[in-house]
């Protein structure tokens, strides 16, 4: 994680977005914002090559702070474009320790006079695991602000039914590992079913990761889920990028076929 530190000062960090479109209309309802490292020795590093050590050292409140306040600004140049988009950032276990957050959310927000329901905060079954108590009073006073929350990755975790259902969580996100093999996968297609019925019964609006092909869309359309993610409508870009791309997005090569 050698300078890290100095990177963040120097602008170094660079923020990637993906859409997130919402199956019943075909439109672009969100974003999540994806954290890229440009290292002066290294080149381009994606999250997996720098978040794990980031999260051992310590360092990784600094990224999140960044991630947080960047994504923010640019959820408020959406809005002046003319464009109403909500905007994800991750969280860590680290970040759901800090008592502190919930003041630096609201101070941000009101900063860039944005409000809270254009942020949605994803966190993992993992990062609970700590100190689920604290967590779940840092989760549920982000919540209180007006702010959704959301479980990332869902399956791949440890927290139990139980836990789930007492968390201040308004989605839950399927992990793409369930989701790139269907519908042909039987045993994929079952845990995601299952997933879809526990999310809808406990009034959680659910996202499937990992989209990318017209028969796996087609299918969670069926099975009534609100949200898709994936390489089917783009990989994640440059948030220079993004106003342009939602703003050329078709939806009709998207329509089921009649």
């Known amino acids: 994680i050698y300078g890290l530190r100095r990177d963040v000062r120097h602008d170094e960090l660079k923020l990637h977005v993906q859409p997130k479109i919402d199956l019943a209309v075909h439109r672009v ?48 140049l959406w809005l002046e474009e003319g464009l109403r988009i909500p905007v994800s950032v991750n969280l860590s276990s680290r970040d759901l320790q800090d008592e502190r957050l919930p003041v630096f959310v609201t101070e941000l927000l009101r900063d860039h006079d944005l ?11 993992q990062a609970l695991v700590r100190d689920f108590a604290r967590a779940t009073s840092v989760l549920q006073c982000l919540r209180n602000l007006g702010v959704r929350i959301s479980i990332d990755d869902f399956g791949t975790g440890y927290s139990s039914l139980a836990q789930l259902r007492n968390l201040p969580v308004d989605e839950l996100k399927i992990d793409r590992s369930f989701v790139l093999q269907l519908p042909e996968s039987r045993p994929d297609a079952a845990i995601v079913r299952a997933s879809v019925d526990l999310a809808h019964d406990l009034g959680l609006e659910v996202v499937a990761e990992g989209v990318e092909n017209l028969a796996c869309m087609r299918w969670l359309m069926e099975l009534g889920c609100e949200r898709a993610q994936g390489f089917l409508f783009s990989r994640p870009m440059a948030t220079e990028n993004f106003v342009a791309w939602v703003r050329q997005f078709s939806s009709a090569q998207f329509e089921l076929s009649t």
């Open 29 to 76: 309802c969100g974003a999540e914002a994806l954290v890229r490292w440009d290292h002066p020795v290294l080149g381009w590093l994606p999250p997996n090559e720098f978040i794990p050590f980031a999260e051992q050292s310590g360092n990784i409140t600094l990224i999140t702070t960044w991630a947080l306040s960047t994504a923010v600004r640019e959820c408020r």
């Open 115 to 125: 409000s809270p329901d254009f942020l949605t905060l994803e966190i993992t079954e």
